[in-house]
Nanobody, 115 residues
Framework: QVQLVESGGGLVQAGGSLRLSCAAS????????MGWYRQAPGKQRELVAA???????NYADSVKGRFTISRDLAKITVNLQMNSLKAEDTAVYYC?????????WGQGTQVTVSS
């Protein structure tokens, strides 16, 4: 059973930076996209950023220019560099890898931005 292990969350002041990382515990074949979602208390889970197998990136409007997604297909890792963090970025962040054999989700990592 493939597991996605996330790291890098924590508490940071507004304007600061964090880097989230996500690594798969085993091989995942036929990857389509890799990405990050987040869910704040009382809100629905929303897409933050995604990157396709060919490297095309997609960002939520609220994070454009501040967040950068990157991935390594050989190592099956996906990262999210978050700069200029705002209080409204506070949420649990989940990585996801979508493949032709199914979707794999991480357990979530808490990001808290203090204003």
């Amino acid at each position: 059973q493939v597991q996605l292990v996330e790291s890098g969350g924590g508490l940071v002041q507004a304007g600061g930076s964090l880097r989230l990382s996500c690594a798969a515990s085993a091989l995942i074949f036929s990857i389509k996209t890799m990405g990050w979602y987040r869910q704040a208390p009382g809100k629905q889970r929303e897409l933050v950023a995604a990157i396709t197998r060919d490297g095309s990136e997609n960002y939520a409007d609220s994070v454009k220019g501040r967040f950068t997604i990157s991935r390594d297909l050989a190592k099956i890792t996906v990262n999210l560099q978050m700069n200029s963090l705002k209080a409204e970025d506070t949420a649990v962040y989940y990585c996801v890898i979508r493949s032709w054999s199914g979707d794999f989700w991480g357990q979530g990592t808490q990001v808290t931005v203090s204003s």
